[in-house]
């Protein structure tokens, strides 16, 4: 069965830092694009980057540039998202998607004081 | 702002035909294809639709997508009860670099 299995979300304060992890079981992990989709509390959904296969190329939304950090490990099967100077407006659910066709369950990151 | 637009909601009885919309520009949807989810309540977006009007397996024929010049449409025949949800539109925009989604279309079954 193919699955994503998100990890590694929490409460940090404004100016810290979380690292998201996303388990990929069931398929080819090293074939596919992979990409960090997320959705602040009643939003709607908002692409926040995504990495190539062999992660040789990387896209990031504006608003996290210079402050988010998309990497996979393509032995360990995960994908991962470091997020640093995190501020309110980065409170969301954070999905971790194949190509955009197979989405994990999500992981609830909040940034608060 | 999304820089696709869509409806935020629309609605149809049972049986009924709807269609969403997906507005967007040359450099997203007038040239790149489109992918279209769905989102139950609490749930992970779903996708419905790929390439602008390809079913991914499971998928209901009652699905279908089309796509012309720098818009796109979802059309949802036979409405159910069980499609009531949230639907987005999402295409790759050249010129940002970057995936853009829809704001969000909200269906409901009356």
């Known amino acids: 069965e193919v699955q994503l299995v998100e990890s590694g979300g929490g409460l940090v304060q404004p100016g810290g830092s979380l690292r998201l992890s996303c388990a990929a079981s069931?398929?080819?992990?090293?074939?596919?694009?992979m990409h960090w989709v997320r959705q602040a509390p009643g939003k709607g959904l908002e692409w926040v980057a995504n990495i190539k296969q062999d992660g040789s190329e990387r896209n990031y939304v504006d608003s996290v540039k210079g402050r988010f950090t998309i990497s996979r490990d393509n032995a360990k099967n995960s994908l991962y998202l470091q997020m640093n100077s995190l501020k309110a407006e980065d409170t969301a659910v954070y999905f971790c998607a194949r190509s955009m066709d197979i989405w994990g369950q999500g992981t609830l990151v909040t940034v608060s004081s | 702002q999304s820089v696709l637009t869509q409806p935020p909601s629309a609605s149809g009885t049972p049986g009924q035909r709807v269609t969403i919309s997906c507005s967007g520009s040359s450099s997203n949807i007038g040239s790149n294809a489109v992918k279209w989810f769905q989102q139950l309540p609490g749930t992970a977006p779903k996708l419905l639709i790929y390439?602008?009007?390809l079913r991914p397996s499971g998928v209901p024929d009652r699905f279908s997508g089309s796509k012309s010049g720098t818009s796109a449409s979802l059309a949802i025949s036979g409405l159910q009860s069980e499609d009531e949800a949230d639907y987005y539109c999402a295409a790759w925009d050249g010129s940002l670099n970057a995936w853009v989604f829809g704001g969000g279309t909200k269906l409901t079954v009356l």
């Open positions: 390439s602008n009007n």
């Open positions: 069931g398929f080819t992990f090293s074939s596919y694009w």
